[in-house]
Structures are given as structure tokens and as C-alpha cells.
Nanobody, 130 residues
Framework: VQLQASGGGLVQAGDSLRLSCAAS????????VGWFRQAPGQVREFVAA???????????DYADSVKGRFTVSRDSARSTVYLQMNSLKPEDTAVYYC?????????????????????WGQGTLVTVSS
């Protein structure tokens, strides 16, 4: 699967931004999607992910640093996953990447480990000024 991330930009602290991750092909129900970010000089870290807690029930997971501020959602008809980011902080500044992990079971909880993901988008830069 090929992924295209978009939506980054320069915002002020407290603002909101929505990132999009569009997947090629009819892959909506075949992959879990994770969001990761990498700040300058830092390792890539897990942000959020969406998988399945049942045949048609989505599951979301969030890093503690973004819980309550970020929301991950999926538009299956458009094969697109979104990351809604509210109350942005300067420490959220990073390149954000989306990645796909192939679904291997009906109940499929996405991994927090970047190494478990097979395909990656190109990254989109989010800069939050104070």
C-alpha cells in the first residue's frame, strides 16, 4: 500500500490542525494505520493509531503526551485516516508520518512500534510556535 500524508503547516500554540493519510487502492479494511512523529535530533515516536476491536469496530490508541488533544479517525470510503490535533503545543513540532500495518485478524490492535509497520508515507512538517 502507498500512503500520502498531508496537512502539516505552521500554527501557533493552542491552534488546531488536521493531518490526512490517504492510502492507495481499496485498502481501508486491510491495514491498521499509525501516526508517528520525529522532532529534530529525536527518535521517531508513536503518536496514535487506529485498528479494530471487532469485525466492524474501530480501536484507537494514543500516546500519553497527546491523549485528550489528538483524535485519530478513519474514512473508509476515501481510504483516508485523519489525525485531528487540537490544543497544539510547541513540543508537538515534528515531522509527522503515517504508516500501515497489515491486518492479520478480525480483532487487530495496532502496534506502537515503528518496526511493525510495513509502509510509510513521506512525512508532513508540523511547526507550532509559542
Amino acid at each position: 500500500v502507498q500512503l500520502q500524508a498531508s496537512g502539516g503547516g505552521l500554527v501557533q500554540a493552542g491552534d488546531s490542525l488536521r493531518l490526512s493519510c490517504a492510502a492507495s487502492g481499496r485498502t481501508a479494511m486491510s491495514y491498521a494505520v499509525g501516526w508517528f512523529r520525529q522532532a529534530p535530533g529525536q527518535v521517531r515516536e508513536f503518536v496514535a493509531a487506529t485498528g479494530w476491536s471487532g469485525a466492524n469496530s474501530y480501536y484507537e490508541d494514543y500516546a500519553d503526551s497527546v491523549k485528550g488533544r489528538f483524535t485519530v479517525s478513519r474514512d473508509s470510503a476515501r481510504s483516508t485516516v485523519y489525525l485531528q490535533m487540537n490544543s497544539l503545543k510547541p513540543e508537538d513540532t515534528a515531522v509527522y508520518y503515517c504508516a500501515a500495518q497489515r491486518r492479520s485478524s478480525v480483532i487487530f490492535l495496532p502496534s506502537r512500534s515503528a518496526s511493525e509497520y510495513e509502509s510509510w508515507g513521506q512525512g508532513t512538517l508540523v511547526t507550532v510556535s509559542s
